[in-house]
């Protein structure tokens, strides 16, 4: 077999979701000898690796270092394909989803791709609509469109980027933006595939969407610690006047309104969202202290 397309999905605690993902690409208009699937376990302490393993025509992999870029990393040098699509375990594609894909990559000579990611919420947590709709299927777009930053949700890269410009860096989060974009210095146009539609399938509770805060904060500190020399602002303020808005947009997105009691609720975690971001860049100018305090040369004093 020599696959002109490899899907690599990191895996992580996934399996309630990754059989449809990977029923979905059984079920690729694409031919099947013509792309492989790869999936590679990134600490799952359930069924997830079963799965992948279990699963016909998969190549399951595992990668110990608890980070979805390395994970992807692990894959990259086992993939053979000319072109490498990445997938998370919770995404789910269209049918048309590889085909649409290579097609964009084919009117282009930039290498970059990014597809349609359109949220699906399961479980009715604040959280999860909290994240469907600050992650929109538009917004996404934009992000490709306008400033050429790729999820990897739903990308294709071609292999010959990975070779100049080395692998994703890795860390906690923002490691597919930052690779798209150290990948087309020039900032060429990204091709957006929007009939490459992925479903993302937000089921999180809320206390996980506000680790998930801390998280992307702390990796955006540790990625790019010029622009978060300065401490950050504690966030005393309530901010009462967003809760209106945001709550009319929440209803207005997924039609479930949102009553006094909800609006409370709301305050709540959208205050608690911007103490654990604080507490993530904190952590992330932590990690750089200790970075930097292991490069420096013995003897020497900052």
């Known amino acids: 077999m020599n696959p002109r397309a490899s899907v690599i999905i990191p895996c992580r605690n996934d399996a309630p979701h990754l059989p449809l993902v990977l029923s979905a690409l059984d079920a690729q208009t694409t031919p099947r000898d013509h792309y492989e699937v790869i999936v590679v376990d990134n600490g799952s302490r359930d069924a997830s690796h079963a799965i992948a393993r279990g699963w016909p025509g998969v190549i399951a992999l595992v990668e110990p270092t608890p980070s979805a870029y390395v994970a992807?990393?692990?894959?990259?040098?086992?993939?053979?394909?000319?072109?490498?699509?990445?997938?998370?375990?919770?995404?789910?594609?269209?049918?048309?989803?590889?085909?649409?894909?290579?097609?964009?990559?084919?009117?282009?000579?930039?290498g970059l791709v990014g597809g349609r990611i359109e949220s699906?919420?399961?479980?009715?947590?604040?959280?999860?609509?909290?994240?469907?709709?600050?992650?929109?299927?538009?917004?996404?777009?934009?992000?490709?469109?306008?400033?050429?930053?790729?999820?990897?949700?739903?990308?294709?890269?071609?292999?010959?980027?990975?070779?100049?410009?080395?692998?994703?860096?890795?860390?906690?989060?923002g490691g597919d933006g930052e690779f798209s974009e150290r990948a087309n210095p020039e900032r060429k146009p990204v091709p957006y595939a929007a009939d490459a539609v992925v479903e993302h399938r937000c089921d999180l509770s809320t206390l996980?969407?506000?680790?998930?805060?801390?998280?992307?904060?702390?990796?955006?500190?540790?990625?790019?610690?010029?622009?978060?020399?300065?401490?950050?602002?504690?966030?005393?303020r309530p901010g009462f006047r967003r809760v209106g808005a945001v709550a009319a947009a929440l209803s207005q997105a997924d039609g479930l309104p949102i009553r006094r009691l909800g609006r409370v609720s709301l305050w709540a975690v959208l205050w608690l969202e911007n103490w654990f971001h604080c507490a993530g860049?904190?952590?992330?100018?932590?990690?750089?202290?200790?970075?930097?305090?292991?490069?420096?040369?013995?003897?020497?004093?900052?």
């Open 120 to 173: 699906r919420v399961l479980r009715p947590s604040l959280g999860s609509r909290l994240l469907a709709w600050s992650r929109s299927a538009e917004r996404r777009r934009a992000f490709v469109v306008e400033h050429g930053r790729l999820s990897g949700g739903n990308m294709l890269v071609a292999r010959s980027l990975f070779r100049t410009f080395g692998p994703f860096e890795p860390g906690v989060s």
């Open 281 to 302: 860049v904190r952590a992330g100018r932590r990690g750089i202290r200790r970075r930097e305090r292991k490069e420096r040369p013995c003897g020497t004093r900052p």
């Open 72 to 110: 992807r990393n692990r894959g990259i040098d086992k993939a053979q394909g000319e072109y490498l699509l990445f997938l998370d375990a919770d995404t789910v594609p269209c049918r048309d989803w590889l085909a649409a894909m290579l097609r964009a990559a084919q009117g282009s000579d930039l």
């Open 208 to 236: 996980d969407y506000l680790r998930r805060a801390y998280r992307i904060a702390r990796g955006q500190v540790l990625r790019a610690p010029d622009r978060y020399r300065a401490p950050p602002r504690t966030p005393w």
